[in-house]
């Protein structure tokens, strides 16, 4: 199919281990007859991602997300299924693969540690091959809409984490590939930084049609950035669908934060539970599916005085945690 620009079928991966016996004779016959045990990484995992899609790929440390991935980008040979990417078998044809896509890790970068960054721009332009004219308006564009300018003649050791970052997302799209994957791309960024990340993340995915597979343990990053999700644990996956339909699925109870005059010691409102308080102000908690905050609010109001309220939405982390521990 022209518009799918990755097919995952069955795919699976096993890891052998060699298991270690206690002690030195453990050790020797461990040498001399070692046995193995498998661990499964990946345990038949499907999925289809189309072009221009911008899919959030979750689960928690070791469920198979970075497996799937370096088998995706080319690194690794499955045990056994079928992967197409970008009309490709990446792992059988690396280097072209390699050609296609942009790669971006945050706790690593594709710049070079000594050099100026705009010196590692023109390296990567000639590794790749870029033509003078895509190289010269790619680099405006981004420096325009990532702030680069300020840096780009500044060695790469001494970029702030949120500047090397920058710097490594314009890396990773220089040569236009058509799949970029993102890995963690907002980690231990203030605030403000995340949001310019998160900006440049839809423009070029809006604006470019580039597909993007977002890999990350910030929920506030797939819930700004993704209209879907594929969720793994153990090696499957246990949810692939739009992220508001898990919000509303799994994140039916809202939270009403009232701020009461008078602090009255009892508080106490049908349809709601009283969850925390500070003096005046009052959290509860409350069933959308039940009862309307609307409706709540008018309870609160008849039994007392209101000085002023906020209503707040469940966090996404909150419903991951949730579908772990109770399923989908």
Same mark, same amino acid.
């Given at each position: ?16 281990? %060699? ?10 016959? #461990? ?48 045990? #056994? ?6 009309? %490709? ?9 390699? /050609? ?106 809006? !604006? ?16 700004? %950035? ?22 509303? /699925? ?9 701020? %009461? ?6 508080? #106490? ?8 308080? !500070? ?12 009862? #309307? ?19 707040? !939405?469940?966090?996404? !982390? ?11």
């Amino acid at each position: 199919m022209e518009d799918v620009m990755i097919t995952v079928e069955n795919l699976r991966k096993e890891f052998k281990i %060699l298991r270690r016996r206690p002690g030195f004779l453990g050790t020797l016959r #461990s040498l001399l007859s070692p046995e193995y045990e498998v661990r499964t990484a990946v345990d038949g995992i499907s999925f289809t991602i189309r072009r221009g899609e911008l899919v959030g790929y979750i689960g928690p440390n070791g469920a198979g997300k970075s497996t799937t991935i370096k088998i995706l980008t080319g690194i690794m040979v499955p045990t #056994s299924g079928r992967v197409v990417v970008d009309g %490709l078998v990446p792992y059988e044809r690396r280097v072209e693969n390699a /050609r296609r896509i942009g790669v971006v890790f945050g706790q690593r970068t594709q710049l070079w540690w000594d050099l100026p960054t705009i010196d590692s721009f023109e390296l990567l332009r000639h590794i790749y091959r870029i033509p003078a004219g895509v190289y010269k308006q790619n680099l405006e564009l981004f420096t325009d809409l990532l702030g680069l300018g300020e840096f780009l003649n500044t060695p790469v050791r001494q970029l702030s984490l949120g500047q090397r970052m920058r710097a490594d997302l314009a890396a990773a799209l220089l040569h236009n590939p058509r799949l970029v994957y993102l890995d963690e791309p907002t980690i231990g960024l203030d605030v403000v930084a995340k949001e310019r990340i998160r900006r440049f993340i839809k423009e070029i995915n809006r !604006e470019r049609g580039v597909t993007i597979i977002l890999t990350t343990h910030d929920m506030q990053d797939i819930e700004k %950035l993704c209209e879907r999700m594929i969720l793994i644990d153990h090696g499957r996956v246990v949810y692939d669908g739009p992220v508001e339909e898990v919000k509303r /699925r799994f994140g039916q109870h809202r939270i009403l934060v009232v701020d %009461l005059e008078g602090a009255p010691e009892e508080v #106490s409102v049908e349809g709601a539970e009283v969850i925390r308080r !500070e003096n005046g102000r009052v959290w509860l908690r409350f069933n959308r599916d039940e009862i #309307s905050a609307a409706q709540l609010i008018h309870r609160v109001g008849q039994r007392y005085n209101i000085v002023d309220l906020t209503l707040e !939405e469940p966090e996404i !982390e909150g419903i991951i945690a949730r579908i772990y521990e109770e399923g989908v």
